[in-house]
């Protein structure tokens, strides 16, 4: 096997190509983009306005299986364990149907679990069922939160408002939505034991009682890695809804965290999603070098923060109905990979996750692109965009959206010199900037499946490339602790924070 710190003095030393130079070359835009057919329609990814040429490619080909790319997959899949920190498995696929045969057969198992709950209450089991409160934070909000706003804006068969800031203000609005006696309540958290997540939902049921009800907890759906304690919190076991243990929670949407997903689409909706990100891991499991979607976007990544020095990545959608896409790849890309140590506890070679960020296109255009097109730092941009619109209104609304989303990957790229001598460079736009394209027939719950996944397996590239563990997440664990500390009024603060909370009346 070669030697990984080798291939990175390789890659260190290759030439790096302006983009004009590689669009020189004849067929740059096929062999760099791809399209991948799914149950809704296909997804085109486009990587040729990136500075990948083939000896970059050949390269970081070489350090996949320095790195044993092709054996962590295969252990992925299998179920074997690749979060040596806590000597778990991380089986997030087989919800989708790829993953150890025992892993699937539960998950299938679950699923079904799931969906009778979600049809009895369609049925009207729990009689008028107009609202749904979904509690949880991180991952138990940020998946079901994202495909809520994606895909049930119009004809949701149960209106979903998830809550996950402990900050009263978010409940409030919530409340302010919703009649207590046509609304039900979804806890949703692993351990059943964050705190955050159950101060809502006793501030949810207290609502729920001061609104004539006359059995909130008759209300209420667990969803959780931990049913006993779902159980001992007063939940009936019929309206516990687990998940394995070995999902992690920024991983969770696909398991019975999907709930408030189902409940609002029907099950037909959630089952699709399913089927999408299903078509993304058997492309990502059966597919080698290049070729391979999520291997790809990794190599550009690397190439960007260990070659460029960028230490940002930007994501803009040009849909409003993916605006929390950004806020939802924070949390994979950065609490995956957002390490200092290798999966053997050694420090790492050069820097590993960039800080994701990003926006809504047009919107952004307006705010963030000054520095993209004209600012000193080298940014890799993703634009991602639909060719079907979501509405049905004058179709020049999405022309002009679609138009401004490849002008924008356009303008990055190629630059423009001055037009004013009088101004210097306050007029020129240096070009030369990078970005990716992701283009959908249509947004649906196939092909968001299909996004989230090849997300997934992008972040799970990259980490197998750096040597990282990217299931664990220790790294938000001590900031709770002080709160806790602080709650228990224990602890010796520095002076700083001790004056916060005599200030706050908290000391």
Known sequence: ??????????????????????????????????????????????????????????????????????????????????????????????????????????????????RGLVEAIHAGAFGEVKHLIHVGIGGSALGPALALDALARDDAKVDVHVVSNVDGNALKAAFKACDPQTTMLAIASKTFTTIETMTNAQSVLDWM???????????????????????????????????SDTVGGRYSVWSSIGFPVALALGWEGFAAMLEGAGAMDAHFREVDGL??????????????????GSQTRAVFAYDERLRLLPDYLQQLEMESNGKRVTAEGKPVHGPTAPITWGGTGTDAQHAVFQLLHQGTHLVPVDFIA???????????????????????????????????????GARAYPGDRPSATILCDALNPATLGALIAFH?????????????????????????QIARAMEEDEGDFDASTSALLDAAGLG
Request: aromatic share 8%; net charge negative.
């Open 1 to 114: 096997m070669s030697d990984p710190q080798a291939i990175w003095k390789e890659l260190t030393l290759l030439d790096k190509p302006t983009l004009a130079s590689l669009f020189e070359e004849k067929g740059r835009v096929e062999d760099w983009s791809q399209a991948l057919d799914l149950p809704g329609g296909r997804i085109r990814f486009d990587w040729s306005k990136t500075h990948l040429d083939d000896a970059h490619g050949e390269a970081f080909a070489k350090l996949a299986k320095a790195m044993g790319f092709a054996d962590k997959r295969r252990a992925l899949f299998a179920g074997e364990v690749v979060n040596p920190t806590e000597e778990r498995a991380a089986e997030h696929t087989a919800e989708r149907g790829h993953g150890a045969d025992e892993a699937v057969a539960l998950a299938d198992a679950l699923h079904m679990r799931m």
């Open 209 to 243: 009682g001061e609104g004539g009800v006359s059995d909130p907890q008759g209300r209420v759906v667990a969803l959780t890695a931990n049913p006993d304690a779902a159980l001992d919190w007063g939940v009936d076991e019929t309206r516990i809804l687990p998940f």
């Open 291 to 308: 070729e391979n979607l999520p291997l790809r976007a990794a190599f550009a990544d690397l190439y960007y923060t260990h070659l460029r």
């Open 386 to 424: 639909s060719i079907a619109p979501g509405h049905d209104l004058d179709p020049a609304h999405h022309e002009i959206l679609l138009m401004n989303c490849f002008a924008q990957g356009a303008a990055l790229m190629a630059g423009k010199e001055s037009d004013d001598e009088d101004l210097g």
């Open 456 to 480: 997934e397996h992008r972040t799970f590239a990259s980490a197998v490339l750096l040597g990282i563990n990217p299931f664990d997440q220790f790294g938000v664990e001590l900031g709770k």
